[in-house]
């Protein structure tokens, strides 16, 4: 009797647990789109005056927009290391794409763990080794531009999405997180026939732009540009995201994923410039007319241009559609703990230098807890602090003055308060010495990068 009763009482609660197991919400899929170089002023929900972005100005239609989100670096390594680790790049004494991410757990890796199927499609620029398993990463597809697409019709990011696309398809029955890492609108910009075609009535108003884009116009005819042709053609870069972004967003309707999958599409910094520094004007160069909207700076600068980027995020009945979030100030050093508090991952790092911020996703207003930092991998270099309204760019290598800008009424970073807000100065300097005081001491790279 009591081995019939024990054998029950076994039966009872394996039936029990398994209920439990198939009853409990499956953790969302996570599909994140990044674009290289993509200005935030690119998109026509940001209001770029010529681009043509159905697909994701309709992404920001079924979610949220936010104006005020931010990378952790301004080139394409130290903004990717942030996301991906949840430290800012500047902790970092080995330049990661070098020499990768050490011991330092990563987003894949937490997810992986907590039972997702992770994939990673297109640009790398994270490590040395990209085999599959790396960083919890079941499946590795580095992938190039696509093949063939100056002669044809292509995007060069064809290749990237259909990978994950394959990848989505493959794994449509169990949670997923997948980078879509394109390539556009990354230096050069040279985009095939058709896709430039779609812009032939395009006729440049250099009105239509703002003033921090008119040195951008001016640089692209000093080279021998033409402002329509360069225009067409960074137009219909964007425009091929677009349509890549439309096949993967179909895909997952098309799978019945789309109630439970978080989809984001950003960009890793601002963009690129025209001419760069020592390397002068390339081929293709007048190409690169990127659009920041109202901020100063863009790719290898701290200043807005440079740091704010368009971010879209959609869930529905999660994140509210059609809203445009002006007040909350966000960044990818949030992208670690915020996923962790969504997916339910229990074991992860003690130490974030990004904070949730789920709840402003899920439509809360609230101040941020944590101030933003940049500062590259060179012991001298000149870092800068977001924190509340204000950002504070500090002396570059000790030399000139300070520069402080009141961010809620003058985001273009034009008119230097400094010398009227002494103490405001003081406070964030502050903040910035006890923050670089953790930072290592000197830095390894095995060469100069500019990407």
Same mark, same amino acid.
């Given at each position: 009797?009591?081995?019939?009763?024990?054998?029950?009482?076994?039966?009872?609660?394996?039936?029990?647990?398994?209920?439990?197991?198939?009853?409990?919400?499956?953790?969302?899929?996570?599909?994140?789109?990044?674009?290289?170089?993509?200005?935030?002023?690119?998109?026509?929900?940001?209001?770029?005056?010529?681009?043509?972005?159905?697909?994701?100005?309709?992404?920001?239609?079924?979610?949220?927009?936010?104006?005020?989100?931010?990378?952790?670096?301004?080139?394409?390594?130290?903004?990717?290391?942030?996301?991906?680790?949840?430290?800012?790049?500047?902790?970092?004494?080995?330049?990661?794409?070098?020499?990768?991410?050490?011991?330092?757990?990563?987003?894949?890796?937490?997810?992986?763990?907590?039972?997702?199927?992770?994939?990673?499609?297109?640009?790398?620029?994270?490590?040395?080794?990209?085999?599959?398993?790396?960083?919890?990463?079941?499946?590795?597809?580095?992938?190039?531009?696509?093949?063939?697409? *100056?002669? %044809?019709?292509?995007?060069?990011?064809?290749?990237? !999405?259909?990978?994950?696309?394959?990848? @989505?398809?493959? /794994?449509? +029955?169990?949670?997923?997180?997948?980078?879509?890492?394109?390539?556009?609108?990354?230096?050069?910009?040279?985009?095939?026939?058709?896709?430039?075609?779609?812009?032939?009535?395009?006729?440049?108003?250099?009105?239509?732009?703002?003033?921090?884009?008119?040195?951008?116009?001016?640089?692209?005819?000093? *080279?021998? %540009?033409?402002?329509?042709?360069?225009?067409?053609? !960074?137009?219909?870069?964007?425009?091929? @995201?677009?349509? /890549?972004? +439309?096949?993967?967003?179909?895909?997952?309707?098309?799978?019945?994923?789309?109630?439970?999958?978080?989809?984001?599409?950003?960009?890793?910094?601002?963009?690129?410039?025209?001419?760069?520094?020592?390397?002068?004007?390339?081929?293709?160069?007048?190409?690169?007319?990127?659009?920041?909207?109202?901020?100063?700076? %863009?790719?290898?600068?701290?200043?807005?241009?440079?740091?704010?980027?368009?971010?879209?995020?959609?869930?529905?009945?999660?994140?509210?559609?059609?809203?445009?979030?002006?007040?909350?100030?966000?960044?990818?050093?949030?992208?670690?703990?915020?996923?962790?508090?969504?997916?339910?991952?229990?074991?992860?790092?003690?130490?974030?230098?990004?904070?949730?911020?789920?709840?402003?996703?899920?439509?809360?207003?609230?101040?941020?807890?944590?101030?933003?930092?940049?500062?590259?991998?060179?012991?001298?270099?000149?870092?800068?602090?977001?924190?509340?309204?204000?950002?504070?760019?500090?002396?570059?290598?000790?030399?000139?003055?300070?520069?402080?800008?009141?961010?809620?009424?003058?985001?273009?970073?034009?008119?230097?308060?400094?010398?009227?807000?002494?103490?405001?100065?003081?406070?964030?300097?502050?903040?910035?010495?006890?923050?670089?005081?953790?930072?290592?001491?000197?830095?390894?790279?095995?060469?100069?990068?500019?990407?």
């Amino acid at each position: 009797m009591k081995s019939i009763f024990f054998a029950v009482t076994i039966f009872c609660m394996t039936v029990t647990l398994s209920h439990v197991q198939a009853t409990e919400p499956r953790p969302p899929n996570i599909v994140f789109m990044f674009a290289d170089d993509l200005g935030y002023g690119d998109l026509g929900c940001y209001g770029h005056p010529y681009a043509k972005t159905p697909a994701l100005d309709q992404l920001a239609n079924e979610g949220t927009r936010f104006t005020q989100f931010y990378v952790t670096g301004v080139t394409c390594n130290p903004s990717r290391t942030g996301l991906m680790t949840g430290l800012f790049p500047a902790r970092f004494s080995k330049y990661a794409a070098d020499f990768g991410f050490g011991e330092r757990v990563t987003i894949t890796e937490l997810l992986k763990k907590r039972g997702y199927q992770t994939g990673h499609f297109g640009k790398w620029h994270i490590g040395p080794d990209d085999a599959d398993g790396t960083y919890g990463i079941d499946t590795v597809r580095v992938i190039g531009k696509s093949r063939d697409v *100056i002669a %044809g019709n292509t995007g060069r990011d064809d290749d990237v !999405y259909a990978a994950a696309i394959d990848f @989505i398809r493959k /794994n449509k +029955d169990e949670s997923f997180y997948v980078n879509v890492w394109g390539h556009a609108t990354h230096f050069p910009v040279n985009t095939a026939k058709g896709l430039a075609a779609e812009f032939n009535d395009v006729t440049v108003k250099r009105n239509d732009f703002s003033p921090t884009m008119q040195h951008k116009f001016d640089e692209c005819k000093k *080279i021998g %540009g033409d402002l329509d042709d360069s225009m067409r053609q !960074y137009l219909s870069d964007v425009y091929q @995201i677009d349509r /890549n972004v +439309d096949r993967l967003l179909e895909t997952l309707e098309e799978l019945e994923l789309r109630d439970n999958t978080i989809v984001v599409f950003s960009s890793d910094h601002g963009p690129a410039p025209v001419v760069l520094g020592k390397q002068g004007a390339r081929k293709y160069s007048n190409n690169m007319l990127g659009y920041a909207g109202q901020f100063r700076g %863009g790719k290898h600068d701290q200043y807005e241009g440079g740091t704010r980027v368009p971010f879209i995020i959609r869930w529905p009945d999660k994140v509210e559609a059609g809203r445009v979030d002006t007040q909350n100030v966000c960044s990818f050093i949030d992208w670690m703990p915020t996923l962790c508090a969504i997916a339910g991952v229990e074991q992860r790092p003690k130490e974030f230098d990004g904070e949730d911020i789920s709840d402003i996703w899920f439509g809360t207003d609230r101040e941020r807890i944590k101030p933003l930092f940049w500062k590259t991998s060179s012991t001298g270099s000149t870092p800068a602090i977001r924190d509340g309204k204000w950002k504070l760019h500090l002396p570059r290598k000790q030399r000139g003055e300070p520069e402080l800008y009141d961010l809620s009424i003058d985001p273009s970073e034009s008119n230097n308060v400094a010398s009227e807000h002494p103490e405001i100065v003081k406070q964030l300097s502050a903040k910035v010495a006890a923050w670089v005081a953790t930072l290592p001491t000197q830095y390894t790279k095995t060469k100069d990068k500019q990407d």
